[in-house]
């Protein structure tokens, strides 16, 4: 038996004890990814019709390459985050649970360095 208040025991804290930064980290990475995204999307544009050569050269301007390596983190990281939220809140089987986040954990990561890696190796030339 606790002495609490029910609002004494669930102030700040929500039912996860984390979700508040979880939330502002996806509206976060949401707001970076739409000038990224329309970045890329203009980019693609113009570039139609290049050559593997030519978009490889653009890839080489520093600033092209830190803004895809932006896009890579924040888009890996937001799709990461809301994918957390899928399974949270759609499985119910503990460790189901635990090793579904794991799992989508590892491969925002592990394809994120891939990513990160082959941009890196165009921009500097290797």
């Not at 979880?22 to 509206?27: G, I, K, L, S, Y």
């Not at 890839?59 to 990461?80: C, E, K, N, T, Y």
């Amino acid at each position: 038996m606790s002495l609490r208040t029910p609002l004494g025991r669930v102030r700040g804290l929500g039912s996860a004890k984390e979700g508040t930064a979880h939330w502002w980290a996806q509206r976060l990475t949401a707001l970076a990814l739409i000038p990224l995204v329309l970045w890329f999307v203009v980019s693609l544009i113009v570039m139609t019709g290049a050559g593997h050569g030519a978009v490889a050269e653009w890839l080489r301007d520093p600033v092209s390459a830190v803004l895809m390596l932006l896009l890579i983190l924040a888009g890996f990281h937001h799709a990461q985050l809301g994918m957390q939220v899928v399974v949270e809140d759609y499985v119910h089987a503990e460790w189901l649970k635990f090793a579904l986040v794991t799992g989508v954990r590892f491969a925002a990561v592990a394809l994120g360095i891939g990513a990160a890696f082959s941009v890196l190796k165009i921009a500097l030339g290797s």
